[in-house]
């Protein structure tokens, strides 16, 4: 099952928040239109090497089960597209996501 929820930060800009539920597992994101937040199925190191060259902006957190843990969890890792707009592993994921804005 997929679903697909608006989430409003201050000011009311409105970013997506999506929720696959998979056997045994769901995948969460957070979306802008410059780039993504993700759960840990997210491979950082995939898109910094192999997909460089599209100058991904994204970052992960691990351990979240909702759009909520992933929001307010900090960023394990982070796309070298993402470091570029000041993004940094620890960071909280909510406020990767107002620089992505």
């Not at 679903?3 to 045994?24: F, Q």
Request: charged share 25%; with cysteine; hydrophobic share 50%.
């Amino acid at each position: 099952m997929m679903r697909m929820v608006p989430i409003s930060l201050d000011g009311g800009i409105n970013v997506l928040g999506v929720e696959v539920k998979l056997p045994k597992t769901t995948l969460l994101a957070v979306a802008t239109d410059s780039g993504y937040i993700m759960c840990g199925a997210l491979d950082v190191a995939l898109l910094n090497d192999k997909l460089k060259d599209r100058g991904i902006i994204a970052g992960r957190a691990v351990g979240v089960r909702t759009l909520e843990e992933l929001m307010n969890a900090p960023l394990e890792s982070v796309t070298f597209g993402a470091e570029a707009l000041g993004i940094r592993a620890g960071m909280k994921g909510e406020d990767a996501i107002r620089l992505m804005l």
